[in-house]
């Protein structure tokens, strides 16, 4: 119990980030946090309401705009907060690096151009699952 509480302070002390800067860090990974699910909640219900009113209605649904799963993938991965580093998470660095939202896959590498879904996710285009 003394060892980690020593080993702790000893980390904190030969830390380049200062405690200030970690303590601001930690506030805006919550609020960034928060943000992502309330308005990730209020999408996806604006997208169920959508998809159950043109099932019931048999109208072609309006279009919603949400991210592609590259960019899921992309603000999805692990994050670890560095001094050399100006962003602070993966949406900051997204969102500071991402030249054109409307399509990120456009400035793919062509090794990773294939943009079709992997055959274990089919079902979610087809509407149906195979057992």
Known sequence: ?????????????NSPVS??????????????SNFLDCYATKHAEKLAERNIKSFFEMEIPEPLK???RYSWGKISRFYKFGTMDKYYSTVHKYVETCKNPED???????KSGDSSNPAALDFVDECTMML
Do not use: D, G, H, N
């Not at 119990?1 to 002390?13: G, H, I, K, Q």
């Open 104 to 110: 990120p896959m456009r400035f793919l590498s062509t």
């Open 1 to 13: 119990m003394l060892s980690s509480l020593l080993l702790t302070c000893v980390a904190r002390c």
């Open 19 to 32: 405690y200030l800067q970690l303590k601001f860090w930690k506030a805006y990974s919550q609020k960034e």
């Open 66 to 68: 949400t991210p592609p």
